[in-house]
């Protein structure tokens, strides 16, 4: 929950809708002057130097979608910092990444029993591409930070009060300026 709390204090959502529409642009503007080569090209006027241009267009949408991965992988490291700090225990984060990706292994096994059923294949994606970093990556993140962080405190609280303390953490930065 710490993890969640952190992406809404870093304003997360609305990066994310910000990057999507970079990289909606960039494709939408792609496409239209692809079409624009394209005419030109079946026009005839195509001169060499285009074909480079038309390189760019095409591999345009594929390096903002790049640049927007990368980016999101960014704010989840973020995201576990912070909650780290929000609950001064980076051991226990790290224990619920751990538990999280043993029961997406044991899930991929039981999707793997029934593929026969599925239309698409699996379609494993290239790390450049993904929104999160490896798990392992994240963890071994968490672990660097145990014993080198003091839980955040916003007013005294006791164990039991955590739930409180977020509440309070949450209320603090996620005021509406």
């Not at 503007?29 to 079946?42: K, Q, V, Y």
């Not at 980076?90 to 029993?113: D, F, H, I, Q």
């Not at 916003?154 to 039991?160: N, Q, T």
């Amino acid at each position: 929950m710490a993890h969640e709390v952190a992406h809404l204090k870093n304003r997360d959502s609305l990066v994310s809708v910000s990057d999507g529409l970079f990289v909606q642009s960039i494709s939408t503007i792609s496409g239209l002057f692809g079409f624009l080569l394209l005419l030109l090209a079946l026009g005839g006027y195509m001169k060499p130097d285009l074909i480079s241009t038309a390189l760019v267009v095409v591999a345009a949408p594929y390096a903002a979608q790049v640049l927007r991965a990368g980016l999101m992988r960014t704010r989840e490291r973020m995201a576990d910092q912070d909650a780290a700090v929000l609950t001064g225990d980076p051991r226990s984060l790290a224990s619920a990444l751990t538990k999280l990706e043993r029961y997406n292994r044991y899930m991929a096994g039981v999707y793997r029993r029934f593929r026969f059923i599925y239309a698409t294949g699996n379609t494993a994606e290239s790390s450049w591409l993904r929104s999160h970093p490896p798990t392992e990556e994240r963890i071994r993140d968490l672990l660097s930070l145990e014993g080198r962080l003091v839980p955040m405190r916003v007013g005294g609280y006791r164990s039991g009060k955590r739930l409180r303390v977020a509440r309070e953490f949450a209320a603090q930065t996620l005021r509406v300026v």
